[in-house]
């Protein structure tokens, strides 16, 4: 009740602000090529905050009606051109004159994705939408952390943002938890292929990846909360991230970055970015990324370098060819990490810089990836997008995994393993989009397909630890001595077994956006599914050929052309991964269903410079798979898992993101998540939240322009108290604190100062999948600074 309450309350702040009656008059003028003052027909011209809306004709003329007089920030976006922004005010009779000079700077694809930045920390659509609509037009949350933000973050990895994004938390290694549910597979450029590796519907440990994805090369984020199945098929119900890498841009820069911190980081990155010709039809980028450090676990480091390259040809002004290529090289010494041991409270059992792994122990991750896109702009706004992606992978692992404490509490058991994973992945989408009108009902129409292909390798072998018979010794909890001969171990090329997966998943998609009349709105989508597996578990053959077909419908209310009210219901899927069908893995299972019904409000006020969200959402899932601790049948397996019921998480989010005053921007955030297991084959975890899960979450970003050339921010983040139910072991609530100073020292020259966990708080990010496995801790307090130089030229 006291949860309805304060929705109730939530909602009139968002949808209820102040709206005058006046006389409506008209706002009219041209749009005309920064470059060459040609008019440009086909622009989108929209007075922020309210829903006036025009498009220019042949000679760049536009006309905009019915709007109230008053002071206006004006968007106007087209394929080939950056966004514009102006500034009018309108007065109470007469017309409002305005001509619009477009600058060359974004692809066809990219106007797809940003109409228009209003505040350093608001967008106001989302590539992963597959439509151009406004975030207030679609009927669910959907969060979106800009370049500003990131950068101000200071943000090296995707663990650097989960505070930042209404009901997501940290999860072991690659992993996530959105809406109660542990999310793994993420999106590049609305596309899979995740540079970092995954195996597509994994729900284990063989294929989801311990090497943490890297920021250096995405200029945004995007989490479209809920079932996501309509467009990108088989997910994880609580929602899909999908990550936009960094684009050529018109115009001469160089970015230059060289920093230091705790624990001996040392990094560097250099960016490079223009027209190769004078008419910038063809632009370019280069971009290299270097970085080393040690970790606060000993004996652990870290070394990555990146480098990528990015090529785009506008060959007519309506379309454009792309093309991306990525290398990353990553080596982690002292690596795979586990947890630090705990007991059931979740105490720290030993020195938070404990690990099992031996100096020689090591993760290694190669990768290349390659990716073309081709934009086309037809006639009344019609618009196709056609990528195609690329990737070949390599981790290679050699570690000393913990299997236990002995008996007299001093020492951990260890057995030793040494893996091999690759994988080799295409992927191809196309999507087109019409506008389309039908009497007084307006659409905007999504539809396309996908095949996806991925070869994937798992080759392993294990020496067991001395207690089961094999040679491998434990090590001291306390004051632990390293320097093990793994070649002791005696693992020879007999002892190496491989698992394979062909996977081949195609889907075909319809998505259509509808406008009745100025206040209503609804989305109905509906997408097929197929996918064939073929595997192979040692000598076992495996093989599944099954079908989905998944839909969403959703409700749009707008009282005033900055607010709206929403719901939505949708349907989702997950199939399990090819290895986990095996025998030894307690297979085969059917696929995890998930429903999801969401309420909410979103509001664009101060003319669209804050934005805010409030959802309500209640998401079901059945046949819930989760890793099987015992690994299997054999205790060998580590695909294994077990279907276990039913899971029901719901719960409250809360976004406030934007400008307070011109020299004050926030990002905000709250989620209250209600977890439940309604039905699990082990009787004691019914009732028990799914893991990871933490009913308050809390994050907290600002950033104050105290002059021109200086700013403070603060970030805080509390995260409540967490359980992992099939481990039997918890982790206690924290709060930690950031704090951040930015000073420009000349036009081309900025200092950025980042202290983290400035009280030094020790706690854990999660709980890791059994007892012996342990709490992950958290960073403690660093110091990092770093010297950014930028130079710009037209």
Same mark, same amino acid.
């Given at each position: 009740?006291?949860?309805?309450?304060?929705?109730?309350?939530?909602?009139?702040?968002?949808?209820?602000?102040?709206?005058?009656?006046?006389?409506?008059?008209?706002?009219?003028?041209?749009?005309?090529?920064?470059?060459?003052?040609?008019?440009?027909?086909?622009?989108?011209?929209?007075?922020?905050?309210?829903?006036?809306?025009?498009?220019?004709?042949?000679?760049?003329?536009?006309?905009?009606?019915?709007?109230?007089?008053?002071?206006?920030?004006?968007?106007?976006?087209?394929?080939?051109?950056?966004?514009?922004?102006?500034?009018?005010?309108?007065?109470?009779?007469?017309?409002?004159?305005?001509?619009?000079?477009?600058?060359?700077?974004?692809?066809?694809?990219?106007?797809?994705?940003?109409?228009?930045?209003?505040?350093?920390?608001?967008?106001?659509?989302?590539?992963?939408?597959?439509?151009?609509?406004?975030?207030?037009?679609?009927?669910?949350?959907?969060?979106?952390?800009?370049?500003?933000?990131?950068?101000?973050?200071?943000?090296?990895?995707?663990?650097?943002?989960?505070?930042?994004?209404?009901?997501?938390?940290?999860?072991?290694?690659?992993?996530?938890?959105?809406?109660?549910?542990?999310?793994?597979?993420?999106?590049?450029? *609305?596309?899979?292929? @995740?540079?970092? =590796?995954?195996?597509?519907? #994994? +729900?284990?440990? !063989?294929?989801?990846?311990?090497?943490? %994805?890297?920021?250096?090369?995405?200029?945004?984020?995007?989490?479209?909360?809920?079932?996501?199945?309509?467009?990108?098929?088989?997910?994880?119900?609580?929602?899909?991230?999908?990550?936009?890498?960094?684009?050529?841009?018109?115009?001469?820069?160089?970015?230059?970055?060289?920093?230091?911190?705790?624990?001996?980081?040392?990094?560097?990155?250099?960016?490079?970015?223009?027209?190769?010709?004078?008419?910038?039809?063809?632009?370019?980028?280069?971009?290299?990324?270097?970085?080393?450090?040690?970790?606060?676990?000993?004996?652990?480091?870290?070394?990555?370098?990146?480098?990528?390259?990015?090529?785009?040809?506008?060959?007519?002004?309506?379309?454009?060819?792309?093309?991306?290529?990525?290398?990353?090289?990553?080596?982690?010494?002292?690596?795979?990490?586990? *947890?630090?041991?705990? @007991?059931?409270? =979740?105490?720290?059992?030993? #020195? +938070?810089?404990? !690990?099992?792994?031996?100096?020689?122990? %090591?993760?290694?991750?190669?990768?290349?990836?390659?990716?073309?896109?081709?934009?086309?702009?037809?006639?009344?706004?019609?618009?196709?997008?056609?990528?195609?992606?690329?990737?070949?992978?390599?981790?290679?692992?050699?570690?000393?995994?913990?299997?236990?404490?002995?008996?007299?509490?001093?020492?951990?058991?260890?057995?030793?393993?040494?893996?091999?994973?690759?994988?080799?992945?295409?992927?191809?989408?196309?999507?087109?989009?019409?506008?389309?009108?039908?009497?007084?009902?307006?659409?905007?129409?999504?539809?396309?397909?996908?095949?996806?292909?991925?070869?994937?390798?798992?080759?392993?072998?294990?020496?067991?630890?001395?207690?089961?018979?094999?040679?491998?010794?434990?090590?001291?909890?306390?004051?632990?001595?390293?320097?093990?001969?793994?070649?002791?171990?005696?693992?020879?090329?007999?002892?190496?077994?491989?698992?394979?997966?062909?996977?081949?998943?195609?889907?075909?998609?319809?998505?259509?956006?509808?406008?009745?009349?100025?206040?209503?709105?609804?989305?109905?989508?509906?997408?097929?599914?197929?996918?064939?597996?073929?595997?192979?578990?040692?000598?076992?053959?495996?093989?599944?050929?099954?079908?989905?077909?998944?839909?969403?419908?959703?409700?749009?209310?707008?009282?005033?052309?900055?607010?709206?009210?929403?719901?939505?219901?949708?349907?989702?899927?997950?199939?399990?991964?090819?290895?986990?069908?095996?025998?030894?893995?307690?297979?085969?299972?059917?696929?995890?269903?998930?429903?999801?019904?969401?309420?909410?409000?979103?509001?664009?006020?101060?003319?669209?410079?804050?934005?805010?969200?409030?959802?309500?959402?209640?998401?079901?899932?059945?046949?819930?798979?989760?890793?099987?601790?015992?690994?299997?049948?054999?205790?060998?397996?580590?695909?294994?898992?077990?279907?276990?019921?039913?899971?029901?998480?719901?719960?409250?989010?809360?976004?406030?993101?934007?400008?307070?005053?011109?020299?004050?921007?926030?990002?905000?955030?709250?989620?209250?998540?209600?977890?439940?297991?309604?039905?699990?084959?082990?009787?004691?975890?019914?009732?028990?939240?799914?893991?990871?899960?933490?009913?308050?979450?809390?994050?907290?970003?600002?950033?104050?322009?105290?002059?021109?050339?200086?700013?403070?921010?603060?970030?805080?983040?509390?995260?409540?108290?967490?359980?992992?139910?099939?481990?039997?072991?918890?982790?206690?609530?924290?709060?930690?604190?950031?704090?951040?100073?930015?000073?420009?020292?000349?036009?081309?020259?900025?200092?950025?100062?980042?202290?983290?966990?400035?009280?030094?708080?020790?706690?854990?990010?999660?709980?890791?999948?059994?007892?012996?496995?342990?709490?992950?801790?958290?960073?403690?307090?660093?110091?990092?600074?770093?010297?950014?130089?930028?130079?710009?030229?037209?």
């Amino acid at each position: 009740m006291v949860l309805l309450r304060l929705a109730a309350v939530a909602a009139l702040l968002v949808v209820c602000p102040a709206v005058a009656l006046a006389q409506s008059v008209t706002v009219s003028g041209t749009v005309r090529a920064e470059r060459d003052k040609r008019p440009v027909e086909g622009a989108v011209v929209t007075l922020a905050g309210t829903s006036a809306e025009a498009t220019s004709d042949a000679e760049g003329r536009f006309t905009l009606t019915g709007v109230v007089p008053g002071a206006y920030t004006v968007v106007v976006t087209r394929g080939g051109f950056a966004p514009a922004t102006n500034e009018v005010t309108v007065a109470a009779s007469g017309t409002a004159a305005l001509d619009v000079l477009l600058p060359d700077g974004l692809l066809v694809s990219e106007t797809l994705t940003v109409q228009g930045r209003l505040s350093d920390y608001v967008e106001t659509s989302a590539m992963a939408t597959r439509s151009s609509a406004r975030l207030i037009d679609m009927p669910q949350a959907i969060a979106v952390l800009p370049a500003r933000l990131l950068e101000d973050i200071g943000a090296l990895d995707t663990k650097d943002l989960y505070r930042h994004i209404s009901g997501v938390v940290d999860s072991p290694y690659s992993s996530t938890v959105v809406r109660g549910f542990t999310q793994r597979e993420v999106l590049v450029n *609305g596309m899979r292929g @995740n540079p970092f =590796g995954s195996l597509e519907g #994994d +729900v284990a440990a !063989s294929g989801f990846s311990t090497s943490q %994805f890297r920021l250096t090369n995405v200029e945004r984020v995007e989490v479209l909360k809920g079932p996501a199945s309509v467009l990108y098929g088989p997910g994880e119900p609580g929602g899909v991230i999908n990550y936009v890498t960094k684009k050529p841009k018109d115009t001469f820069q160089v970015r230059a970055v060289t920093g230091t911190a705790r624990f001996n980081q040392r990094l560097g990155e250099i960016d490079v970015t223009g027209p190769a010709n004078a008419s910038r039809t063809v632009l370019y980028r280069a971009a290299a990324y270097y970085e080393e450090r040690d970790h606060f676990r000993r004996p652990a480091s870290e070394q990555n370098l990146h480098l990528t390259t990015g090529l785009t040809w506008r060959v007519t002004p309506k379309a454009a060819l792309s093309a991306e290529y990525e290398f990353l090289d990553q080596e982690m010494g002292g690596h795979r990490l586990r *947890g630090v041991p705990v @007991n059931a409270a =979740g105490t720290f059992l030993t #020195d +938070v810089r404990w !690990s099992a792994t031996e100096p020689t122990d %090591f993760t290694t991750l190669k990768a290349h990836v390659a990716q073309l896109r081709w934009d086309q702009a037809f006639a009344r706004g019609i618009r196709l997008d056609s990528t195609l992606r690329y990737l070949q992978y390599d981790r290679e692992e050699e570690y000393h995994e913990p299997r236990g404490i002995t008996a007299d509490g001093l020492f951990m058991q260890r057995e030793f393993r040494e893996q091999l994973r690759t994988n080799d992945d295409i992927s191809w989408n196309t999507t087109l989009s019409i506008p389309w009108t039908t009497g007084r009902v307006k659409h905007d129409i999504a539809l396309g397909g996908d095949v996806y292909r991925q070869d994937h390798l798992f080759r392993s072998a294990t020496a067991l630890q001395r207690s089961r018979g094999g040679p491998v010794g434990n090590v001291a909890l306390v004051n632990p001595v390293y320097g093990v001969n793994v070649a002791s171990y005696g693992l020879t090329a007999a002892a190496f077994g491989d698992d394979t997966a062909d996977i081949m998943r195609s889907g075909v998609f319809v998505q259509d956006l509808m406008a009745f009349g100025a206040k209503w709105k609804m989305l109905v989508g509906g997408r097929a599914d197929r996918y064939v597996d073929d595997g192979t578990n040692r000598a076992v053959v495996l093989s599944a050929d099954q079908s989905a077909v998944t839909g969403r419908v959703g409700l749009v209310f707008q009282p005033t052309p900055q607010t709206s009210l929403f719901g939505s219901v949708a349907n989702g899927f997950q199939r399990p991964a090819i290895l986990a069908q095996a025998p030894s893995a307690n297979g085969p299972h059917d696929p995890e269903k998930a429903l999801q019904f969401e309420v909410g409000a979103k509001g664009d006020l101060a003319q669209g410079r804050l934005q805010t969200t409030l959802a309500l959402f209640r998401g079901r899932k059945t046949n819930v798979l989760r890793p099987d601790p015992a690994q299997g049948p054999t205790g060998l397996n580590v695909n294994a898992v077990f279907a276990t019921g039913e899971v029901v998480n719901q719960g409250l989010e809360v976004d406030v993101a934007g400008q307070i005053t011109p020299r004050w921007n926030v990002a905000f955030n709250y989620a209250y998540i209600d977890s439940e297991i309604t039905r699990d084959t082990v009787a004691s975890i019914v009732g028990k939240p799914m893991p990871n899960v933490a009913p308050h979450l809390l994050g907290l970003f600002t950033r104050v322009d105290v002059t021109k050339s200086s700013s403070l921010a603060f970030s805080l983040q509390h995260v409540g108290d967490r359980e992992e139910p099939f481990a039997g072991i918890r982790a206690a609530a924290y709060t930690i604190a950031d704090a951040h100073v930015y000073q420009t020292i000349t036009p081309w020259l900025r200092v950025q100062v980042r202290l983290e966990n400035m009280f030094d708080t020790k706690y854990a990010t999660s709980s890791l999948f059994a007892a012996r496995a342990g709490n992950f801790p958290g960073q403690p307090r660093t110091l990092s600074v770093q010297l950014v130089s930028s130079f710009s030229r037209r």
